[in-house]
């Protein structure tokens, strides 16, 4: 059975940090991209960061870049999604997915790919 599991997500004040994990099971990840999306409530879902599969080429968002970081650990089944400097607006349900044909992890995110997704976790951004 295929399951995405996301967690590390919180309530946090701005200028602070989380960490997400992504952790993956049923399916080989080393063939897979992963990512991770976005929504907030009324808006539209979002690809913030993915990876691909083969060197490991990384795309991120301009409203995240340079504060966050996402990296994968094969051996473990895990994507993580280092999120520093949040802001307020960086409020939302993030999800992570996987999909095995999309290119560039590029495409991944602008296009919202996934062939399975997880349930996602929250962060809330707040003073």
């Known amino acids: 059975q295929v399951q995405l599991v996301e967690s590390g997500g919180g309530l946090v004040q701005p200028g602070g940090s989380l960490r997400l994990s992504c952790v993956t099971s049923?399916?080989?990840?080393?063939?897979?991209?992963i990512g991770w999306f976005r929504q907030a409530p009324g808006k539209e879902r979002e690809g913030v960061s993915c990876?691909?599969?083969?060197?490991?080429?990384?795309y991120y968002a301009d409203s995240v870049k340079g504060r966050f970081t996402i990296s994968r650990d094969n051996t473990k089944n895990t994507v993580y999604l280092q999120l520093n400097s949040l802001k307020p607006e960086d409020t939302a349900l993030y999800y992570c997915?996987?999909?095995?044909?999309?290119?560039?992890?590029?495409?991944?995110?602008?296009?919202?790919?996934?062939?399975?997704w997880g349930q996602g976790t929250q962060v809330t951004v707040s003073s």
């Open positions: 049923g399916f080989t990840m080393d063939y897979y991209a």
């Open positions: 997915a996987a999909d095995v044909r999309v290119g560039t992890a590029q495409n991944m995110c602008v296009h919202l790919l996934g062939d399975y």
């Open positions: 990876i691909n599969s083969l060197n490991h080429s990384v």
